[in-house]
């Protein structure tokens, strides 16, 4: 299971796709529950956020990327 979010989110650094996702996963196997961005243009993401505003965290991280 995922939780989406609509965050205003830069497009990629990388390819410029402006089709981006910030999203955390809740799995079993996985007890801290990270969050990422992702690019659905290329696949490139950013590292792994984790703590209460782990969503906001990962989306901050992405803003300020550069390829």
């Known amino acids: 299971m995922s ?34 961005v992702r690019c659905h243009g290329c696949d490139a993401q950013s590292a792994q956020m984790i703590g209460k505003d782990k969503i906001a965290m990962a989306s901050r991280a992405w803003n300020k990327r550069t390829a």
Not at 8 to 30: I, R, W
């Open 3 to 36: 939780e989406n979010t609509d965050k205003e989110l830069k497009p990629c650094p990388f390819c410029g796709s402006k089709q981006v996702e910030a999203f955390a996963q809740y799995e079993e196997d996985c007890p801290d529950h990270s969050a990422i």
